[in-house]
């Protein structure tokens, strides 16, 4: 096990500075954000935010880090079925905060809302639209591990994957608590 | 569509006919000496000696591109109120804007990470890259990047904002046609693979070392890939999200940098933010680089090798903290710009005392005039240079004077070549046996360093004097009587100087590989473990062995103590080597992405998105690791 498991530490330590590169990312984007909100024209942060599809989707997204974990559990005790489950509902959960997502940007647009009404919304679009890649993403990366799952890989590689996994979507999550807390917080209590 | 567009000017025309040409020349020759083999290796190959050298191959084929930008502004620039071929008003634009974008970021980032790849693994006596797909995916990203921004000009549209497209100007309001597009995603496709390049170099200087060199034994270009690996994965983000929000404004019509709340200056931020560290990402591997040279053909250690590390940490500290020292003449207010311009002071100390220790490491030492110390003593009194120019402009009220002159212009090429364009060339002349097995040319190696650097000081010292007389930057001509044409027409002797000088680097490169003989392991004498493997550098190198490392430059010691190296085993598995095309097909099919985004054809954007995200899974499917898994029984 000794020599997969050095090579993993290394992926590891690569893929924790890649992270790095995405919370650099992720913060500039929260500067622009409030550098521009909220606007000196057009609609106020307040008038766009409907609280209960923000409140919906943060409890789907936050949750599927919970069942995430109970995969990573799983992994670690070999208990197959736990780790379908858990990958399944995780898949389930991100699939609901992206229709939830899809629903309120289409809302917003409907509204008048849209990208270019002024830099408030182009701020928020900008960097929800890019967490909301994440997801989308994530939910691809999901359904290719379900795929490596059926090919019955050796055990270490499945596990090494799944966390590799893991590290992004917990990271994905904490992103959106930084979201629901900086871009909707301030405006729907 | 009117009749103007379908005439392209004469020197687009140009490129068309040397393009039709060169290419059916090219594959001529490649199939008349059956080098196809040795293509599809290289495109396959994830071996870092091998991506170290496409990296400086491409760079330097760059290098010779931009340089004729050089040149062609140099002769609009010769005499006053000329007109020379082409190049006036908005082709001039495009001129320094493609020199300075192709320079920095296809040229000098490039051949520094080739260079990085090529020699750092070896130092540290590690087997390869951390993550030898990744490696060939960061060239093949640099590649691509490089090859759409490049594209613009054979279409009549190259980028015109200037390598630092400041905003508005580089909004579609005011430069409408696609150039500045080429120019955003180029930078982004190509910043990706730097980005992935740097975690690589990251990872195995942290991970990958021989058993016993503790960091604090380590050679210092190592240590300056170090800090500089750092520097990227801070920095690159920065402008990753600056161009994408360039992106948003030009193609989907947002204004986050102009229109009523749009900030011009919030691009200027952002871009500083990334630029100067980017300029310390240049620097400092070069010094690194120079402290390995300047060490082995002085036959001393490094003199003051703690505070060599220390000054390389605080340069890369401080240089977060004086972006705004490109804006004192925005209006951030007295306060911002003392506070920038006394943290740009602070930068001169720790960059002191790598001069002194530079000089200190010379002193009583056996000094051996190699071409790579050539470089390395042309280097010291050059960078000063432009060091005392950097810290006048920190003066934020000098610089009121001195901001968008002539003068900025000779102050950043005296750093740039002074410390990066030398510092490359020394490093190439220093590594070509690692590299190709040969030691180029000494006399041509002479005539290249004395036109090059007699040819920049030539060209660059007049420099200061035509911006103190008020001569701005980025402008096509000048007026006669207004006492600037004899400066700028020695300048213009200097750049064809320096182009002569490139010349008989070509020619060293080609003469040496129709005849030198393949040297030894150690032909310079060298102090770190890339001399203790055979010349070039093998494919697995200390796959069994790796000599042990007990003190800093342990190599040295135990050559002149015992005339041999002990061994020892590696005490963790190393790196898997795979041979695969995916690097270079994901690489590629980023080019149709980009395309298709710049023309809004989102048909080949989203075909070539669903392929990229193919091309991942296609990749988790193929993974090397898996076999490793499976040979240790499944666990």
């Not at chain 2, 970021?105 to 006596?125: D, R, S």
């Amino acid at each position: 096990m000794q020599g997969a498991e050095a090579l993993f530490e290394d992926k590891r330590l690569g893929f924790f500075l890649y992270l790095g590169v995405e919370t650099v990312m992720f913060a500039t984007l929260f500067a622009t954000y409030l550098i521009y909100t909220p606007s000196s024209l057009g609609a106020h942060p307040s008038e766009v935010f409907t609280a209960w599809a923000v409140i919906l989707a943060s409890v789907f997204l936050l949750s599927s880090s919970g069942t995430l974990i109970l995969a990573e559990r799983g992994m670690e005790k070999k208990e197959l079925k736990t780790v379908l489950a858990g990958i399944v509902f995780t898949l389930l959960l991100a699939l609901l905060f992206m229709i939830i997502e899809i629903y309120e940007f289409y809302e917003y647009v409907h509204h008048g809302h849209g990208l270019t009404a002024n830099n408030f919304l182009s701020s928020f679009y900008v960097l929800v639209g890019l967490h909301a890649a994440h997801v989308f993403f994530g939910i691809l990366w999901m359904a290719a591990l379900l795929f490596l799952y059926t090919t019955k890989p050796p055990h270490g590689y499945l596990q090494e994957k799944l966390k590799t996994f893991s590290y992004y979507w917990h990271f994905v999550d904490v992103v959106w608590i930084f979201i629901f807390l900086i871009v909707y917080a301030p405006y729907i209590f | 569509m009117t009749i103007d567009h379908l005439f392209f000017p004469s020197d687009v025309i140009m490129a068309w006919i040397f393009t039709a040409v060169s290419i059916p020349v090219v594959t001529y020759l490649i199939l008349k000496y059956r080098k196809m083999p040795l293509i599809w290796e290289y495109l396959t190959t994830t071996n870092h000696r091998k991506i170290g050298t496409l990296y400086l191959l491409f760079g330097f084929l760059y290098f010779l591109r931009a340089g004729l930008d050089a040149l062609f502004m140099r002769i609009q620039l010769a005499l006053p109120e000329n007109n020379f071929w082409v190049f006036q008003s908005d082709k001039y634009n495009e001129l320094f804007t493609t020199h300075g974008t192709i320079m920095i970021f296809f040229v000098a980032m490039p051949m520094l990470l080739g260079l990085m790849n090529v020699a750092v693994p070896l130092q540290i006596g590690a087997r390869d890259m951390a993550f030898p797909f990744m490696n060939a995916l960061g060239f093949w990203l640099f590649f691509s990047g490089a090859a759409l921004f490049n594209m613009a000009f054979l279409l009549d549209d190259a980028p015109n904002a200037g390598w630092t497209a400041y905003t508005p100007l580089s909004t579609n309001t005011y430069t409408s046609g696609q150039g500045n597009d080429y120019y955003v995603f180029g930078l982004q496709v190509s910043g990706l693979g730097t980005t992935f390049t740097a975690i690589n170099l990251l990872v195995t200087i942290i991970r990958h070392r021989a058993p016993g060199m503790k960091l604090k034994r380590m050679p210092l270009f190592p240590w300056a890939t170090l800090v500089t690996g750092v520097l990227i994965i801070v920095a690159f983000p920065v402008l990753t999200v600056a161009l994408y929000l360039l992106m948003f404004d030009r193609l989907f019509g947002t204004q986050f940098f102009s229109g009523p709340e749009g900030s011009p200056v919030f691009w200027q931020h952002l871009f500083w933010i990334f630029g100067h560290p980017e300029v310390y990402i240049l620097a400092l591997p070069a010094f690194g680089i120079f402290s390995d040279i300047i060490s082995t053909f002085s036959r001393k250690k490094i003199f003051g090798y703690n505070s060599m590390v220390i000054a390389l940490c605080l340069i890369g500290f401080l240089g977060f903290m004086v972006w705004a020292h490109h804006m004192f003449t925005v209006g951030l207010g007295p306060m911002a710009n003392t506070f920038f311009a006394i943290t740009t002071m602070m930068i001169a100390i720790p960059t002191g005392i790598k001069v002194f220790n530079w000089l200190f490491t010379m002193r009583n030492g056996v000094i051996r005039i190699t071409i790579p110390m050539l470089f390395a003593l042309g280097f010291i009194p050059t960078f000063v240079m432009g060091g005392v120019t950097g810290v006048m402009l920190s003066v934020a009220a000098a610089d009121f004077q001195f901001h968008d002159t002539y003068f900025v212009v000779a102050h950043f090429h005296y750093v740039i070549i002074g410390s990066t364009v030398l510092g490359i060339f020394a490093g190439i002349y220093y590594w070509y046996p690692k590299i190709t097995g040969k030691i180029l040319d000494r006399t041509l190696g002479k005539w290249h360093f004395w036109l090059f650097l007699i040819g920049f000081h030539l060209t660059f010292f007049p420099m200061h004097l035509m911006g103190l007389n008020g001569m701005p930057r980025r402008v096509y001509t000048y007026n006669r009587g207004s006492d600037l044409f004899e400066l700028n027409f020695i300048s213009t002797i200097g750049a064809f100087l320096m182009g002569a000088g490139m010349l008989f680097f070509a020619w060293n490169l080609f003469k040496t590989h129709r005849s030198a003989q393949i040297v030894s392991n150690d032909p310079w004498g060298g102090r770190s473990l890339e001399w203790a493997v055979s010349s070039p550098s093998p494919e697995h190198p200390f796959e069994e062995k790796v000599p042990v490392v007990e003190r800093r430059d342990s190599f040295w010691y135990s050559m002149q103590e015992q005339g041999k190296t002990e061994e020892t085993e590696h005490r963790r598995p190393g790196p898997i080597a795979v041979k695969t095309i995916q690097p270079f097909i994901i690489a590629m099919l980023m080019m149709p992405l980009c395309i298709g985004l710049i023309y809004g054809w989102w048909w080949l954007a989203v075909m070539s998105g669903i392929l990229l995200l193919g091309m991942f899974f296609v990749r988790m499917m193929t993974d090397e690791r898996k076999q490793l898994y499976l040979s240790q029984g499944g666990g």
